[in-house]
């Protein structure tokens, strides 16, 4: 943070729009001077600096109620408002910054109430242009320079010994860790420690994976299956195999003249055989047919006979007659003839009679239906009974098919029984032989049906584990995507330990160095400041061996705050322009502004801390009285002035003595009459011939 | 390790990170720089697993 220019409106002791003071900058001019008497405003002027930053003041700033310009707030009507405020300018990493903070008063009968502050940012473009940021004024600042720090950069230089102070130290201490970056590795550390232990009851809550056991029962299944299907294709490559040595053993048989008979026998029942078995099956088709087609109708018994009754009931009840209709004796009554051939007129015998069927008679239309159901329901008994005829036939078909195949197989037997006790010993060993062979082909076949079944039941166990290791699948690459981010994790902790370690090693001892060496060098006393591994600073001094704290006066206190400041200034640059840290403040450039500075100082002290300050510090501003100047400051600063101001109070009291300083050969006034009844103060720069 | 090592030691560990592990660092810590001046630390755990989350998919 460049600091470029302030301006002030009704604040304090700033009566009205003040010219706007430009900050020196530059390398060896970085250094701003400003005059001012006491009572003048110079503390005003400090505290206009950490206001419009971070809505604060010093300790030393006694009435923070009186913030706006008493002059203003009298010159104002009843019932107006007056308005304060203060803008300061800087530059920031290439970009620049204005900020405006607004603090609108209104005049009341007898009192005055102050608003609430406002607080505007404009940061400017390449383009020359001036736009707001969207993101919040307060957050942008505190980005530059940190709240916690502004007491490092703007100080009562009377007090400046506080920083040291014990009840201080902590504080100070936590600000030195946020300027050094400690404190946000700090909390990056354990804040990534908090999410680890987040991801860690996530992965517990996955569960643990049963896919190893999952695969490893899968891949068991599957080396089963594949060897019973291997052991298929060898069983039908056998049976193929007995199937043609059967047949040439057969031929062979056949070809013996002896059994020639036989064979030939033999062919034709063993093709009957084949033929009832054919039949046997097509019958059992059949019969299977018939009880999936029709089978139902045996069970409907109960509710046919359950409608039968209904329909009783209700012609019982005359609700449904059966046989004569309405519409039928209408016709009868309207031809005046009844079937029989008598004839019907009004009042005659007949008439009566056929008349009163008109009220038993039902209405054709519910008849018809009853009557239609009925037959339906007539079919369904007559299907039951056709259906259990079939069955029986198929039935008896069946049983005289399983006899006549038993009857063919006993005189296949008795052939190849004959045959077998042929006293030709090769019919008989050929027949023996046959006889081996059809028992193998059977055991080769109940196997190869056995392992058909199995082979399905695994395919089947198969796709279902398939099912379940696809499920545990994605648990598990759940699982190893939580423990990468654990371990992720872990690793960034333990390389953030690692770099707060070496930061620890590098920044924490060489800060300490370079205070001992500008303490050293201002101060006359032995004193070592020392900087604790918890950040506090404090002087410590050796002379019997053994390190002891000093209790330290005022003024060795203040060479240690301001050598310590200006250490810290010191090394955070060095450091950043060695290479851009990610751990240290983005800027290299802090400015100091420094209210009646080196207060209980003696004349070495003070001239070694003129001397050194504008040297460490990247831009410095002074606020002075004219004693506090002349001197061994003034000697030492002059060199490094940039821009100069005075500040001119000008005094209510009657006979107020008026007060000059002399600058490079010119007077301006400290002090003057006000030409009315109010004490206020101007700006005037001071123009040096360089 | 001397006291005037080389200053890119301090950050050796971050730079030789892997691309993962260094993006989750350098993440972390821009939140946490940014969120400095809060006494509070609500959601800060919030966004830092969403950091860890989107580095390491």
Not at chain 1, 151 to 164: K, L, P
């Given at each position: 943070?460049?600091?470029?220019?302030?301006k002030?409106?009704?604040?304090?002791s700033?009566?009205?729009?003040?010219?706007e003071?430009?900050i020196?900058?530059?390398?060896?001019?970085?250094?701003?001077?400003?005059?001012?008497?006491?009572?003048?405003?110079?503390?005003s002027?400090?505290?206009?600096?950490?206001?419009?930053?971070?809505?604060?003041?010093?300790?030393a700033?006694?009435?923070?109620?009186?913030?706006?310009?008493?002059?203003?707030?009298?010159?104002?009507?009843?019932?107006?408002?007056?308005?304060?405020?203060?803008?300061?300018?800087?530059?920031h990493?290439?970009?620049r910054?204005?900020?405006?903070?607004?603090?609108?008063?209104?005049?009341?009968?007898?009192?005055f109430?102050?608003?609430?502050?406002q607080?505007?940012?404009?940061?400017?473009?390449?383009?020359?242009?001036?736009?707001?940021?969207?993101?919040?004024?307060?957050?942008?600042i505190?980005?530059i320079l940190?709240?916690?720090?502004?007491?490092?950069?703007?100080?009562?230089?009377?007090?400046i010994?506080?920083?040291?102070?014990s009840?201080?130290?902590?504080?100070?201490?936590?600000?030195t860790?946020?300027?050094?970056?400690?404190?946000?590795?700090?909390?990056?550390?354990?804040?990534?420690g908090?999410?680890?232990?987040?991801?860690?009851?996530?992965?517990?809550?996955?569960?643990?994976?049963e896919?190893?056991?999952?695969?490893?029962?899968?891949?068991?299944?599957?080396?089963?299956?594949?060897?019973?299907?291997?052991r298929?294709?060898?069983?039908?490559?056998?049976?193929?195999?007995?199937?043609?040595f059967?047949?040439?053993t057969?031929n062979?048989l056949?070809?013996?003249?002896?059994?020639?008979?036989?064979?030939?026998?033999?062919?034709d029942?063993?093709?009957?055989?084949?033929?009832?078995?054919?039949?046997?099956?097509?019958t059992?088709?059949?019969?299977?047919?018939?009880?999936?087609?029709?089978?139902?109708?045996?069970?409907?018994?109960?509710?046919t006979?359950?409608?039968r009754?209904?329909?009783?009931?209700?012609?019982?009840?005359?609700?449904l007659?059966?046989?004569?209709?309405?519409?039928?004796?209408?016709?009868?009554?309207?031809?005046?003839r009844?079937?029989?051939?008598?004839?019907?007129?009004?009042?005659?015998?007949?008439?009566?009679?056929?008349?009163t069927?008109?009220?038993k008679?039902g209405?054709?239309?519910v008849?018809?239906?009853?009557?239609?159901?009925?037959?339906?329901?007539d079919?369904?008994?007559?299907?039951?009974?056709?259906f259990?005829?079939e069955?029986?036939?198929e039935?008896?078909?069946?049983?005289?098919?399983?006899?006549?195949?038993?009857?063919?197989?006993?005189?296949?037997d008795?052939?190849?029984?004959?045959?077998?006790?042929?006293?030709?010993?090769?019919?008989?060993?050929?027949?023996?032989?046959?006889?081996?062979i059809?028992?193998?082909?059977d055991?080769?076949?109940?196997e190869?049906?056995?392992?058909?079944q199995q082979?399905?039941?695994?395919?089947?166990?198969?796709?279902g584990?398939?099912?379940?290791?696809?499920?545990?699948?994605?648990?598990?690459?759940k699982?190893?995507?939580?423990?990468?981010?654990i371990?992720a994790?872990?690793?960034?902790?333990?390389?953030?330990?690692?770099?707060?370690?070496r930061?620890?090693?590098?920044?924490?001892l060489?800060?300490?160095?370079?205070?001992?060496?500008?303490?050293?060098?201002?101060?006359?006393?032995?004193?070592?400041?020392?900087?604790?591994?918890?950040?506090?600073?404090?002087?410590?001094?050796?002379?019997?061996?053994?390190?002891?704290?000093v209790?330290?006066?005022?003024?060795?206190?203040?060479?240690?705050?301001?050598?310590?400041?200006?250490?810290?200034?010191?090394?955070?640059?060095e450091?950043?322009?060695?290479?851009?840290?990610?751990?240290i403040?983005?800027?290299?450039?802090?400015p100091?502004?420094?209210?009646?500075?080196?207060?209980s100082l003696?004349?070495?002290?003070?001239?070694?801390?003129a001397?050194?300050?504008?040297?460490?510090?990247?831009q410095?501003?002074v606020?002075v009285?004219?004693?506090?100047?002349?001197?061994?400051?003034?000697?030492?600063?002059?060199?490094?002035?940039?821009?100069?101001?005075?500040?001119t109070?000008?005094?209510?009291?009657?006979?107020?003595?008026?007060?000059?300083?002399?600058?490079s050969?010119?007077?301006?006034?400290?002090?003057?009459?006000?030409?009315?009844?109010?004490?206020?103060?101007?700006?005037?720069?001071v123009?040096?011939?360089? | 390790?001397?006291?005037?090592?080389?200053?890119?030691?301090?950050?050796?560990?971050?730079?030789?990170?892997?691309?993962?592990?260094?993006q989750?660092?350098?993440?972390?810590?821009?939140?946490?720089?940014?969120r400095?001046?809060?006494?509070?630390?609500?959601?800060?755990?919030d966004?830092?697993?969403?950091i860890?989350k989107?580095?390491?998919?």
């Amino acid at each position: 943070m460049k600091l470029t220019s302030i301006k002030l409106c009704n604040f304090r002791s700033f009566y009205g729009t003040t010219p706007e003071m430009i900050i020196a900058g530059g390398d060896a001019q970085n250094t701003t001077i400003i005059h001012g008497n006491n009572g003048s405003g110079k503390t005003s002027l400090l505290n206009a600096f950490t206001w419009v930053l971070y809505d604060k003041f010093s300790a030393a700033f006694a009435s923070i109620e009186q913030l706006v310009n008493k002059r203003a707030i009298a010159e104002t009507q009843k019932g107006q408002a007056v308005e304060c405020w203060v803008e300061i300018g800087w530059e920031h990493e290439g970009k620049r910054y204005r900020v405006k903070r607004a603090c609108r008063g209104y005049k009341n009968e007898g009192d005055f109430d102050a608003g609430k502050t406002q607080l505007t940012m404009w940061v400017g473009g390449d383009d020359g242009k001036w736009n707001i940021p969207i993101q919040q004024p307060d957050d942008i600042i505190n980005q530059i320079l940190p709240a916690t720090l502004h007491q490092y950069f703007f100080f009562d230089g009377e007090r400046i010994e506080e920083i040291v102070r014990s009840d201080k130290k902590a504080e100070i201490a936590e600000a030195t860790k946020i300027f050094l970056g400690v404190e946000v590795i700090n909390r990056s550390i354990r804040h990534l420690g908090d999410a680890k232990k987040t991801l860690e009851n996530d992965l517990k809550a996955i569960g643990d994976s049963e896919i190893k056991q999952l695969l490893r029962q899968q891949e068991k299944i599957e080396r089963e299956r594949e060897r019973i299907t291997k052991r298929q294709t060898e069983i039908k490559e056998e049976l193929e195999y007995q199937q043609t040595f059967k047949k040439e053993t057969s031929n062979r048989l056949r070809e013996l003249s002896a059994a020639k008979e036989l064979q030939e026998r033999w062919q034709d029942l063993e093709s009957q055989k084949a033929a009832n078995q054919e039949e046997y099956k097509k019958t059992k088709e059949a019969l299977k047919k018939v009880i999936s087609a029709r089978g139902y109708t045996v069970l409907l018994s109960e509710t046919t006979s359950q409608f039968r009754g209904i329909i009783n009931d209700l012609k019982q009840r005359g609700e449904l007659t059966s046989g004569i209709s309405r519409e039928f004796v209408n016709d009868l009554l309207n031809s005046q003839r009844c079937i029989c051939g008598a004839e019907l007129h009004e009042g005659n015998h007949s008439h009566t009679h056929v008349s009163t069927w008109l009220n038993k008679a039902g209405s054709s239309a519910v008849e018809e239906t009853a009557i239609r159901m009925l037959a339906q329901v007539d079919e369904i008994d007559k299907q039951a009974i056709g259906f259990w005829e079939e069955v029986d036939r198929e039935q008896t078909r069946i049983n005289q098919l399983r006899q006549s195949i038993s009857q063919i197989e006993g005189d296949l037997d008795n052939i190849q029984e004959r045959l077998r006790k042929d006293a030709n010993e090769e019919i008989s060993s050929l027949q023996k032989r046959l006889d081996e062979i059809e028992s193998k082909i059977d055991e080769l076949n109940r196997e190869q049906g056995a392992n058909q079944q199995q082979i399905a039941q695994l395919t089947t166990e198969i796709e279902g584990l398939n099912k379940q290791i696809a499920k545990q699948k994605l648990n598990e690459d759940k699982q190893t995507l939580a423990q990468r981010r654990i371990n992720a994790t872990q690793d960034a902790i333990e390389r953030l330990t690692e770099v707060r370690n070496r930061q620890e090693q590098q920044f924490r001892l060489q800060l300490e160095k370079r205070v001992q060496e500008i303490f050293t060098e201002i101060s006359v006393t032995p004193y070592i400041p020392k900087i604790s591994d918890k950040y506090e600073l404090t002087l410590v001094e050796n002379t019997t061996g053994v390190e002891a704290p000093v209790a330290a006066s005022t003024g060795e206190n203040q060479i240690l705050s301001l050598s310590f400041i200006a250490s810290i200034i010191d090394k955070v640059r060095e450091w950043s322009e060695k290479r851009k840290m990610m751990m240290i403040p983005d800027s290299s450039t802090f400015p100091i502004v420094m209210d009646s500075p080196f207060g209980s100082l003696d004349e070495n002290s003070r001239r070694h801390i003129a001397k050194t300050i504008p040297q460490l510090a990247n831009q410095l501003i002074v606020l002075v009285t004219k004693t506090q100047w002349r001197g061994e400051v003034e000697a030492e600063i002059t060199d490094r002035i940039g821009r100069e101001y005075v500040l001119t109070y000008y005094s209510s009291k009657p006979d107020c003595e008026q007060d000059y300083i002399e600058l490079s050969g010119e007077r301006y006034p400290l002090v003057k009459q006000s030409p009315n009844e109010f004490e206020y103060t101007e700006i005037m720069e001071v123009e040096r011939d360089r | 390790m001397s006291q005037e090592a080389n200053i890119d030691d301090v950050q050796e560990p971050i730079t030789s990170a892997p691309p993962e592990v260094r993006q989750i660092i350098e993440r972390v810590w821009k939140l946490e720089k940014g969120r400095l001046d809060k006494k509070i630390n609500s959601h800060v755990n919030d966004n830092i697993l969403d950091i860890i989350k989107e580095e390491v998919r």
